[in-house]
């Protein structure tokens, strides 16, 4: 449990330099974008393409930020009515639910992205492989499965600990 905690906090602050990086490299290139396209009249090809991966990293890397941070948009309107008990017990159900669904994404994800049209694709603007941008759909779901496998366990740990 220390060892995934631990890896699991290790990946977050990776996470945090992924997205702030990401985040800054939409920026850059959207603002140089504008300033070529409407102060120098020579628009560049590549700039929109560039953003668009940057916010697909962005939205799979923070996809993971959130279910670390359990941020997570929930409708709690049951969870909220049911006993402390039985809410306990939902939880770590839904846990195990969301640990599934993303185990499973990273496989099918791993598949997709490792079949040979994907990477023998390249972009059109910027003529990089298409497997860079596309690997931020694995590493995001990779990332996910191993916050919420730890959220799982302690959900069951403090569960456990509770009803002693």
């Not at 959207?30 to 120098?40: A, E, G, P, Q």
């Not at 791993?110 to 603007?125: A, D, E, H, M, R």
Request: proline content about 4%; aromatic content about 14%.
């Amino acid at each position: 449990m220390a060892v995934l905690k631990k890896i699991s906090d290790g990946i977050y602050k990776l996470e945090a330099v992924v997205i702030s990086l990401a985040i800054l490299i939409i920026f850059v290139s959207l603002t140089l974008s504008v300033i070529f396209r409407y102060f120098l009249d020579n628009p560049l090809e590549w700039s929109s393409e560039l953003s668009l991966y940057g916010l697909a990293w962005t939205t799979f890397i923070g996809a993971s930020i959130t279910i670390k941070r359990q941020q997570s948009a929930a409708v709690t309107m049951v969870y909220e009515k049911v006993p402390e008990k039985v809410q306990k017990g939902l939880k770590v159900f839904i846990q195990l639910v969301v640990v599934c669904f993303a185990a499973y994404m990273f496989y099918i994800s791993f598949g997709w992205i490792t079949q040979p049209t994907i990477s023998s694709q390249k972009s059109l603007g910027m003529e990089i492989p298409l497997f860079y941008p596309y690997l931020c759909v694995p590493i995001g779901f990779l990332f996910m499965t191993i916050h919420s496998l730890y959220l799982l366990l302690d959900s069951i740990r403090t569960s456990k600990r509770d009803n002693l």
